[in-house]
């Protein structure tokens, strides 16, 4: 295909929208991303809020950033895909945007439509459904307890006339004004018992209606939405009326399109080996931003406790996605340092050596493994543990109820405690990493390698300790934010070449998505495990009281509910 067909590929994070224009061979020759809008509740910490019109604003200026900035007119765009947080979007049944925050105007139209992916509102919603054992618990995604905590706060009149997005079929919705869903359900479909039970009764009497998610109209990743862009998108957004549409994903899920297919550079020299779509149930891709998620394709269904999925056709037809993830991973290291005491000191020093922050926090690491004469950064913290999941574990324990701690802590408020903390921090992050891979390998996956993409990519002393603590190499992209967003434009292609086309069978369809993968993946960089045997027994051991600090904290858990019945 001529390099003068371009693909937009939209991603829509936590904190921004971001939009870039990719050629047919993979190169980004524009890109734009524009700050968005989140709201919390200063006296309920669970509360996290964005707005659909406020994203959709910042869609628009950051594509036509980068159609003037490159020269390169809408018609040469030929197809758009879009990725974003697995967030609820709420709208009206005309679409207008729904109040989700709790108070007299919920329900009513305000722009503050979505409950962020992160927003953890409806934990006795959760556990509700939990407790039916329905068989779609295997499948469900975050979505439903959030949309089961806005029927129980909201007015009934309101409430039967919203509708409910994923965030990626919204934003496909709003530029194509066809409904359609990648909400993941059971292979056989909603269970009308399960919503019956649980309280969301109506739904099965407007046959889902209001999620979208009747079984005929879910699109696998990338196939064409509708006619493509609608008049009124294609003019908001400054491109051409009818440009194909493909059907949207979660983020991370573009995360692992735009790095599984990814060949490796080792040694300086890169590998002349094409991969094989064989060869994806193999890498794992971790998307790490805020949180991490943790992504895995089969050819067959593999149910994974505290793993979402198995998801059959969420990517490829026929083949089945197991979904892991850490609520907090980039968000913790944050909170970790700017909490500290010395914080301040730290950014004043980085300011006065021209250094960023982590350069310096390395460098204070290396002076005390030196003072302390050990071999490494692991055995500098050997008496000090940490279990990182203080927003709740969303992989493999599934436990919203789940803290963190630290156990080994002395009075210490110096920056060389700091720069401690921020280590024992990536240690922790690690090791729970190492927890999720051990139990989808546990359950009949075959992970033998790890391909990152989003910010943490570029930490590599984090790089190492994955590769060293999980025991197998780590692929880093070859622009650690980029890998995403090139997984939207993917789809974005997928749906101009499949656009108008007759039905096509699993095995053309996949080979298309897999070829265009390879050919619009840039190289990776490899990371192979390098730990010393003395420290591989010291990570070992950590690992071992990770896993015990997880029983110790649900019996004490047992203990304190039994000491205050």
């Known amino acids: 295909m001529s390099v003068d067909n371009y693909y937009l590929g939209i991603d829509v994070g936590t904190g921004s929208a971001r939009a870039s224009l990719v050629s047919a061979n993979g190169k980004v020759v524009a890109s734009s991303t524009v700050e968005t809008i989140t709201w919390r509740d200063p006296n309920d910490h669970r509360i996290f809020e964005q707005s659909t019109e406020n994203i959709w604003a910042g869609i628009s200026s950051a594509i036509k950033t980068c159609l003037s900035e490159s020269g390169i007119a809408a018609s040469a765009v030929k197809g758009l895909g879009f990725d974003a947080t697995c967030s609820l979007a709420v709208t009206d049944l005309a679409g207008k945007p729904v109040q989700v925050s709790k108070g007299a105007e919920l329900g009513k139209h305000s722009e503050r439509n979505i409950i962020l992916w992160a927003d953890h509102r409806a934990e006795k919603e959760a556990d509700l459904i939990n407790s039916t054992g329905s068989v779609v618990l295997d499948y469900l995604e975050m979505e439903i307890p959030k949309v ?3 029927k129980n706060h909201m007015a009934p009149e309101l409430f039967s006339r919203c509708q409910f997005f994923d965030l990626p079929d919204f934003l496909t919705y709003r530029a194509t004004a066809d409904k359609h869903s990648l909400l993941l359900l059971p292979d056989s479909g909603w269970q009308d018992d399960f919503f019956e039970k649980i309280g969301l009764g109506e739904l099965v009497k407007s046959e889902y209606k209001q999620i979208g998610a009747a079984k005929q109209n879910v699109l696998t990743a990338g196939l064409p939405v509708g006619n493509g862009l609608s008049q009124q998108a294609a003019e908001e957004l400054g491109l051409v009326e009818g440009t194909p549409v493909g059907s949207g994903v979660i983020d991370a899920y573009a995360g ?4 599984v297919a990814a060949r490796f550079t080792e040694d ?13 149930r193999h890498r794992l891709a971790a998307v790490a931003g805020t949180s991490t998620c943790h992504l895995v394709q089969s050819p067959q269904g593999i149910y994974v406790p505290g793993v979402w999925g198995p998801y059959k056709d969420a990517l490829f037809r026929g083949w089945w996605m197991n979904e892991g993830g850490q609520s907090s991973t980039g968000q913790l290291l944050d909170f970790m340092l700017t909490t500290h005491p010395a914080h301040s000191k730290l950014v004043e020093q980085g300011k006065a050596e021209g250094k960023n922050i982590f350069v310096v926090l390395h460098d204070l690491l290396e002076k005390l493994r030196d003072e302390e004469k ?7 913290m050997k008496d000090v543990h940490m279990y990182p999941d203080f927003h709740g574990n969303r992989s493999p324990i599934a436990d919203p109820r789940m803290r963190g701690s630290i156990v080994g802590l002395a009075l210490d408020s110096t920056l060389n405690d700091l720069a401690r903390k921020y280590y024992l921090t990536l240690e922790a992050i690690a090791l729970q990493t190492r927890h999720i891979v051990d139990e989808l390998n546990g359950r009949g996956h075959s992970i033998t390698a790890i391909y990152m993409s989003g910010g943490q990519a570029k930490n590599l002393v984090l790089m190492q300790l994955f ?3 999980c ?12 890998a ?6 993917m789809l974005g292609r997928f749906a101009a070449q499949t656009q108008g086309k007759s039905a096509m069978g699993e095995k053309e369809a996949g080979e298309m998505l897999w070829g265009i ?4 993946t840039p190289p990776g960089t490899l990371v192979a495990p390098g730990a010393s045997p003395k420290e591989k027994k010291l990570l070992a051991a950590k690992y071992k009281i990770f896993r015990e600090s997880i029983d110790i904290q649900k019996r004490w858990r047992t203990e304190m509910e039994e000491a205050t019945k």
């Not at 692992?256 to 790095?259: K, S, Y």
């Not at 995403?484 to 434009?489: D, E, I, Y």
């Open 148 to 150: 089961l905590w806005l």
């Open 256 to 259: 692992w399109l735009g790095t």
């Open 268 to 280: 300086g020299k890169l590998s002349d080996r094409v991969p094989s779509l064989e060869e994806s």
């Open 374 to 380: 050990v071999a490494s950064f692991t055995e500098l």
């Open 467 to 469: 590769a060293d603590t």
């Open 471 to 482: 025991g197998m190499p780590v692929v880093l992209p070859f622009e650690h934010s980029g």
């Open 484 to 489: 995403v967003v090139l997984g939207a434009a």
């Open 517 to 520: 993968m390879t050919e619009m």
